[in-house]
Structures are given as C-alpha cells and as structure tokens.
C-alpha cells in the first residue's frame, strides 16, 4: 500500500484551558475567541492538503476546531473513542498542585507504569488505549484514505500516540501538546513514523 499521512491535532483553546480547569470527556465545551483565531489559523495554513476524510471526537470542540475543512465538504466521522480521557468527579474543577494531592498523585502512578490507575469515576490510560484501538483498526484498514485529519484531545493524544509509535503507556508524557498544536505521522502498511513532531509554526501571525 502506499504512504498514508495522519495529520493529528489538538483542539483549539477553550476558557476551561485558559482557566485551568479539566474538562476530560464529560464537559463539552466550545473554543473561545483564541481557539477559534488558532483554528482559522490551522486552515489558512493547510487547507491545500488534500484530505480523504476528517475523523474528530463527538465533543464539540473538535468539530469546532476543523470546522472550515467540514465546511468545504470533506467527509467526517466522529467517534467517542478519540474523546478526551475521563477525569471522574474531577471534570470541572480547578486543579493545582497545592489544591489536589490526588490528582498529581495518579500522574505519578501513570509515570511508574501503573496505568490502570484512575481518578474516582474516571478512566485510566489502559481504558482510553482500549478505547482507542478499534478507531487505530479504522485508520489502518482503509487504504483508500491516503491522507487524513484526526482532531482529538491532550490526553488521549499521549495515549494513541504511545500505541501507534510503539511506546509503554507510561512514557505518554513524552509527548507535550499545546491547543492547536499538530503531529504528523506516516503509515507505511506495519508501523508508523514521525514526520513533524509538536508544530505550532502554523499559529504565527504570518499565517493568517
């Protein structure tokens, strides 16, 4: 099979970002001015990739982040295994590190690889990597899909970034994003590889 070219996203900025809130899946929130200017900044720059479809979580804000390539009529499939890892009781909160023990404590069990650990009512990065699976299926299964945009959130972007590329889950940090941020990646038919790691070159003002 020929080359296919994953280019995954992060959403644009919400005001649960700005205001360090965790929204996980269980808060649907909308881009604010910001996400909205860094989406349309991300379209003025790759609107001339010619994408087979776009795939985005059932949460808003992704679909609010590719909305101007949906607007030009691609096909699109949401699907509630890309949503945001859950956070349990925590989603909507203020989270700091003098504020929530809890919190930070299991992000350290997730660096020691105890990744079946979670936040009370949430789900662990072994629920999001299961959940993710059958969308990897997906995207590695349709070779008529040569090039394609996934939007999807922090999170769960270390998690499916950990399986495509082969790494424990519970290297994920490894993996930094930032709203609107962009890594492609290339699969040759039995693995994938990195082509752009963490660009956000697109977010300069001379892109729009």
């Not at 996203?9 to 360090?20: A, E, K, L």
């Not at 299961?130 to 959130?153: D, F, G, N, Y």
């Amino acid at each position: 099979m020929s080359v296919k070219k994953i280019y995954l996203i992060r959403h644009g900025q919400t005001d649960f970002n700005v205001r360090g809130i965790v929204q996980g899946s269980g808060v649907d929130s909308s881009l604010n001015e910001a996400g909205r200017r860094q989406a349309a900044r991300f379209f003025a720059a790759y609107r001339h990739i010619p994408f087979d479809k776009v795939y985005t979580s059932v949460l808003r804000r992704t679909h609010e982040s590719v909305h101007d390539f949906l607007a030009l009529g691609l096909r699109h499939e949401q699907h509630a295994g890309l949503n945001e890892i859950s956070w349990g009781t925590r989603e909507g909160t203020r989270i700091t590190a003098e504020e929530d023990e809890e919190y930070f404590g299991v992000l350290q069990q997730w660096r020691a690889g105890q990744t079946s650990a979670r936040l009370e009512g949430g789900e662990s990065p072994d629920d999001v990597a299961a959940r993710q699976r059958p969308v990897i299926e997906l995207l590695t299964s349709r070779p008529e899909e040569e090039t394609v945009l996934v939007c999807m959130h922090g999170r769960a972007m270390r998690v499916i970034l950990c399986q495509m590329l082969g790494y424990p889950l519970s290297q994920m940090d490894s993996f930094e994003h930032h709203n609107l941020c962009l890594y492609q990646l290339d699969y040759t038919g039995s693995m994938f590889t990195v082509r752009n790691f963490l660009d956000v070159r697109h977010l300069q003002e001379t892109h729009v």
